[in-house]
């Protein structure tokens, strides 16, 4: 039965464009969304009849909402109905790590791409609602590779139920070449035009309002309600009020033993097997295939598959729930018996599922906790932590091993899927089971799990576990030893380590002694965490160079850390060049791995050196990315620097949205939730609350408690506080901690979230607070320099400023005048930039010192202040006068400081004004 297709001209006009976008080289993806029923289907196959219309190669993949179709699923058809090999492209690999999902993404892709050479290719996904995790993400990784290829793709999904297809579409968003339609129902005229071609006369108007009233537009409600139609066009009796009525009428009209086989497709599965139907549904082959056909006839089934969705969903519904459970343990019996079982374990795993709690639980859990490590093995790690949550859920004579077991590798693949908030809770469910029978090796995994994952949450409970196992264990050289030593020392990352060192030490000396690899990948990780003082910045670039040895350059995880051990250190020790350099393989090894933690620390990175060097809107946009992956994985040891991040940003520009202040208050005395509370208040500051930012610095501890890490961002955040409100003794102690490292910049040392320039900048502040104003201004004027040579332009106008304020308080001969000059200067570099807070604060000392610093121009001055009348910039009055362009524009802040002038238009009219005289 040919589908019939009514208006949606604007959208067929599109389609037809992209498709021809495509045949020019202008690789094209196009979304569908719609409520169900509402024609997207339709619409592709519209796409389709145009593609080969234009001699195009089509490939055709719908997802299916059966948990037991294989991870890929709508990829796999496509790559079938290319031409391609799937066996190859879908074969399980030794390694099972993120940059083997890499491997298999770009695999698919360079097929399909391959593919659209000459004559171009259309892929139809359809269904991407319940398309599995993996899908979604291979989806994302070929929209951000079609760019110059003949490959259009076009992915339907329903709107009200995006699901885990939310964070694919927001990545999706973010692409040039993807297009977005949103078909929504039809209008009177068109459901008119469609109920004629339904009933086969002319529905009167006011029919035609009914039903569109009733229906919302939507074709397919349409169609149903048009088939129940009397010659007369009768509504008021026949008019169901839903869907379900409609398709339960006409399955109402089927002959006994079609009804039979339908159900039993309705409720096994959208594709139709004859074979499989038969024996379940206790049916010869021949009595289905007349069902098939009779069906086919009523439009119930069209090509071997259910004529829509929703027909199939409403005829599940009828179906009595112990008759369901039947039918899915006779067909998961079916596939069991069938040679090519074992290529079906999804299937089976899903059916027997499906069949509790009637059917055998202990069978359901073998083959989910089957199809769970083929997932594992596919790289569908999403797929994996739902199959083994489901085996748990089964129940059964499940032991405590057992469900340890399954526990375990459940966390694991959360946590390559980042979900780090459900593997917390498996891996506290594993370890307090297997406490009630001694069970340490298990106590030991389940900290283990989480190695890699710094998360203040987990940590506290990480570190109790790694001492239960390390006391149980015995204390001879082990792979597991050397781990859970490192692990001690990763979970007190947020603590003053007194015993890292050491530690961390002893963890690397045994890992090489055992010459285990993993423990090797571990015990440097802790090393990084015991040197992540701003003393060990020259250390981390070695241990980051030692990772990266380790990993042979094929070991994603191993490029990803060992880079971004670097970037840290890179940018500790000033050198922003070579950090920003690390920011590109970081990126290509995160997009590799496909993990959104890896993603979070490629663009918390990047983040921080957009905000560093004053590309507030970069930095805006990469910070919003970085707090939607943290939220998404329930990871708080991502969320909290996230919003740290945002709120630097806010402070630093003046804006005034920020986190709710309830977020805050929370986690207690936790250090993450300190660093938060101290970028607060000097967000507060800056919005005008002092009184709620003197609260909050109130509550930060002391800096001698601070672990390493973060020493150098406290110690700088606290002098700007101490500064604000006046607390000498606090900026003394944020002195003495700062001035050792005078040469780093202001950064953590392990997971950069923001850069606040050189430490001469704090350093400086806090001098002049203490009314050291000497040292204040021989810190602030190398801030000045140091930063501008790096690129730090928001901290080079900062250091202006405060080094403005220091001049003006030091008070000697000639610094007033020095003062005024420099407020201007930040006045006006801060309002270019963007920092408005600072801009207001620079005109206001600009203006308290204009009337003091007025005076006669010197010759010089004077020739400058000509040259500004002539319209030159600095550079060009450089040039004319023979002088640098920063002599040059020094010259022009002096005289709008003796001038009491705010621009270069003021200097102008006051020579013109002078030469009239």
């Keep these: 039965m040919a589908r019939q297709f009514v208006g949606r001209e604007r959208e067929r006009q599109l389609l037809d464009a ?87 993404f770009q695999a698919v892709t360079e097929f399909l791409l391959a593919a659209a050479q000459p004559a171009g290719l259309l892929v139809v996904l359809d269904d991407l609602q319940w398309a599995d995790p993996a899908s979604v993400l291979l989806l994302v990784h070929l929209a951000r590779n079609v760019a ?27 692409e040039s070449a993807v297009s977005r339609i949103r078909l929504d129902g039809l209008t009177e005229t068109e459901v008119g035009q469609q109920l004629a071609g339904v009933t086969g006369w002319a529905v009167p108007a006011t029919v035609a309002a009914a039903i569109c009233e009733r229906t919302q537009g939507n074709p397919f409600f349409v169609a149903e309600l048009g088939r129940l139609l009397g010659s007369s066009g009768e509504v008021a009796a026949e008019l169901p009020a839903g869907v379900r009525d409609a398709v339960r009428a006409r399955l109402g009209r089927l002959s006994a033993d079609c009804a039979a086989v339908v159900s039993a497709a309705a409720v096994l599965g959208s594709e139709l097997d004859p074979t499989a139907l038969a024996a379940v549904a206790d049916r010869s082959v021949a009595q289905v295939l007349a069902a098939v056909d009779e069906a086919t006839g009523a439009g119930i089934l069209t090509a071997g598959a259910f004529a829509h969705d929703l027909i199939r969903e409403a005829a599940r519904l009828e179906v009595a729930t112990v008759e369901r459970l039947q039918l899915h343990e006779r067909m998961a019996e079916f596939l069991m018996g069938r040679s090519d079982a074992d290529a079906r374990i999804g299937q089976i795993a899903f059916h027997l599922l499906e069949a509790l709690p009637t059917g055998d639980a202990a069978l359901a859990v073998d083959w989910a906790e089957r199809a769970a490590g083929q997932a594992m093995d596919q790289l569908a790690w999403e797929e994996a932590g739902t199959l083994y949550g489901r085996a748990l859920a089964a129940g059964g004579p499940l032991g405590v091993a057992d469900r340890c077991r399954l526990l375990l590798a459940r966390a694991q693949a959360l946590v390559k899927a980042y979900d780090v908030d459900a593997a917390r809770k498996a891996l506290l469910a594993a370890a307090d089971l297997a406490r009630t029978v001694g069970d340490t090796e298990t106590i030991a995994r389940a900290s283990l799990t989480m190695e890699g994952v710094t998360d203040f949450v987990w940590d506290e409970t990480g570190r109790a576990l790694c001492d239960e196992a390390l006391a149980a264990m015995p204390t001879q050289d082990s792979a597991v030893r050397a781990r859970l030593l490192a692990q001690q020392v990763a979970s007190d990352s947020w603590r003053t380590l007194a015993h890292a060192e050491a530690q961390s030490a002893e963890a690397l000396e045994m890992a090489e002694r055992v010459g285990d690899r993993r423990a090797l990948v571990e015990a440097l990780r802790a090393r990084q965490f015991a040197r992540s003082g701003p003393d060990g910045a020259r250390d981390r670039l070695a241990l980051g160079d030692r990772l990266l040895e380790v990993g042979g350059g094929l070991d994603d995880d191993a490029i990803l850390w060992g880079r971004l051990w670097r970037f840290d250190a890179y940018v500790q020790l000033g050198d922003i060049d070579r950090a920003e350099a690390e920011l590109v393989p970081i990126a290509a090894a995160a997009e590799r791995i496909k993990s959104p933690l890896a993603r979070w620390h490629a663009v918390r990175s990047q983040a921080a050196i957009a905000l560093g060097c004053g590309r507030f809107a970069e930095a805006e946009t990469l910070g919003r990315r970085v707090e939607a992956l943290a939220r998404q994985a329930g990871h708080e040891g991502a969320l909290l620097p996230s919003l740290g991040f945002l709120l630097s940003l806010r402070a630093m520009t003046g804006d005034e949205t920020a986190v709710r202040d309830e977020v805050l208050e929370a986690h207690g005395d936790a ?118 040579k790096a690129g730090m332009r928001p901290y080079a106008i900062t250091a202006t400023y405060r080094l403005a304020d220091a001049l003006t308080r ?24 963007g920092m408005l807070s600072l801009a207001r604060k620079a005109q206001e000392l600009a203006s308290s010192l204009a009337g003091r610093a007025k005076g006669p121009l010197s010759r010089r001055e004077r020739e400058v202040a000509e040259l500004v009348r002539q319209g030159l910039t600095n550079r060009q009055i450089a040039a004319t006068a023979y002088i640098s362009e920063r002599t040059a524009e020094t010259h022009v802040q002096h005289i709008l400081a003796k001038l009491g002038f705010t621009n270069r238009a003021q200097i102008a009219a006051w020579v013109a004004s002078e030469e009239s005289r």
């Design 18 to 104: 992209r498709l021809r976008d495509a045949l020019a080289g202008d690789g094209q993806v196009v979304l569908v969304a719609g409520e169900p029923g509402v024609g997207k289907t339709a619409l592709a196959e519209f796409a389709v009849t145009r593609a080969k219309s234009l001699d195009m190669t089509v490939g055709w993949g719908r997802a299916t909402e059966e948990e037991g179709s294989p991870p890929y699923w709508p990829f796999r058809q496509v790559v079938k109905a290319t031409g391609g090999v799937g066996v190859e492209l879908w074969d399980p690999r030794a390694d099972r790590g993120p940059g083997e999902r890499f491997r298999l």
């Design 148 to 174: 110059g290829s003949r490959l259009a793709v076009l992915g339907t999904f329903r709107h009200t139920e995006t699901g885990g297809l939310r964070a694919g579409l927001a990545e999706l968003a973010r």
């Design 810 to 833: 030091r008070n000697r001969t000639g610094d007033r005048l020095e003062a005024a000059a420099l407020a201007v200067l930040a006045a006006s570099r801060a309002g270019d930039l």
């Design 671 to 788: 250090m993450a939730m300190a660093s938060l509370r101290a970028v607060g208040a000097v967000w507060k500051l800056t919005t005008g609350r002092r009184d709620e930012a003197l609260r909050l610095y109130r509550t930060l501890p002391p800096l001698a408690s601070v672990p390493g890490f973060v020493l150098l961002p406290a110690a700088g955040g606290t002098a700007d506080l101490a500064a604000e409100f006046g607390d000498a003794e606090t900026s003394a102690q944020a002195y003495r901690m700062l001035s050792p490292y005078a040469d780093l910049f202001v950064c953590g040392g392990a997971g950069i979230v923001a850069v606040s320039g050189s430490v001469r900048l704090p350093l400086g502040v806090a001098a002049t607070t203490m009314g050291r104003y000497e040292d204040a201004v021989r810190h602030l004027r190398a801030a000045v320099d140091i930063n501008e």
